[in-house]
């Protein structure tokens, strides 16, 4: 070592990397929110915690107690209607090979879809919701959960069945909690 050096080159070159280090940890901290977790809502200008309960979907007040009920009525009484105009089509002898081929597949997407529905309702079922009624549409999912308030776990727990059953996005699905 040279008389009158303080530092050697592979010292700078370490007090350098630990004040990029000191650096990039400030930077992180002013930047990042410790106020909201990953999937958390929250309203606007309002701080939550974890354990609160978020209003996350919509709402509807008064809701018949037989809603559900008469809602999957309706809904297989439609689906009913729909599979007895396919087979009726079916059944001309002026449809081509194509023509079949389309009302079949129409069939198999109705059926498929219905499965869909009634799995995403079972297992609503199993994790505590009363009543459930889901409706599943070409892009989006429509689910209609009965509950006092969703929280953030529980909003959660719906999206990942529907995104386990369907290949529908987040963005689509559509929660609303009735009482």
Do not use: H
Request: charged fraction near 25%; charge should be positive; glycine fraction near 4%.
């Amino acid at each position: 070592m040279k008389k009158g050096k303080v530092f050697t080159k592979g010292q700078a070159i370490l007090v350098i990397m630990v004040l990029c280090l000191g650096a990039a940890v400030w930077l992180n901290m002013k930047f990042s929110s410790n106020e909201k977790y990953l999937g958390e809502a929250t309203y606007v200008n309002k701080k939550t915690s974890s354990a609160e309960t978020v209003q996350t979907s919509a709402k509807v007040d008064g809701v018949d107690k037989n809603y559900f009920d008469t809602a999957k009525k309706e809904r297989n009484a439609n689906l009913k209607k729909q599979q007895e105009l396919v087979e009726e089509t079916l059944r001309s002898s002026s449809l081509t090979e194509e023509e079949k081929q389309a009302a079949t597949d129409t069939v198999k997407s109705l059926v498929s879809r219905l499965e869909q529905e009634n799995n995403i309702e079972t297992l609503l079922k199993a994790k505590d919701f009363a009543d459930a009624l889901v409706v599943i549409g070409d892009k989006d999912v429509n689910v209609v959960v009965k509950s006092e308030g969703l929280t953030t776990t529980q909003t959660l727990q719906i999206q990942d069945i529907i995104t386990a059953q369907t290949n529908i996005p987040l963005a689509n699905i559509k929660i609303i909690a009735v009482k």
